[in-house]
């Protein structure tokens, strides 16, 4: 009887195999001249921060606003989706969230 060594396959497993995300996939971020932020252009702002896109500090720099402000964006996100990031509805999630 003859034995066959039989010799292990490498296949990467998934936490080796880089995760390659080609940019022209993504949707465009929004202009750092941004002077009407509706809710599609703060989602993307948002998603593309969660996503190791863009940097939280680099996101906060070209759209020159502060880590509050964007914290409050993805906490409205996060609660009530696109539609908590309009402003005309802000002061009536904000008051929701305090009672």
């Not at 034995?3 to 080609?22: G, K």
């Not at 896109?53 to 906060?60: G, N, T």
Request: charge should be positive; proline fraction near 7%.
């Amino acid at each position: 009887m003859t034995e066959t060594l039989s010799t292990p396959q490498t296949q990467a497993s998934p936490q080796q195999t880089p995760h390659v995300i080609d940019d022209a996939l993504l949707p465009p971020l929004p202009s750092p001249n941004t002077r009407r932020w509706d809710t599609k252009r703060k989602a993307q702002v948002v998603e593309a921060v969660r996503s190791g896109r863009l940097s939280l500090d680099k996101a906060c720099g070209i759209y020159a606003m502060s880590v509050d402000e964007f914290l409050g964006w993805q906490s409205l996100f996060d609660r009530y989706g696109r539609k908590g990031l309009m402003a005309t509805r802000v002061k009536q999630y904000r008051r929701a969230h305090h009672r």
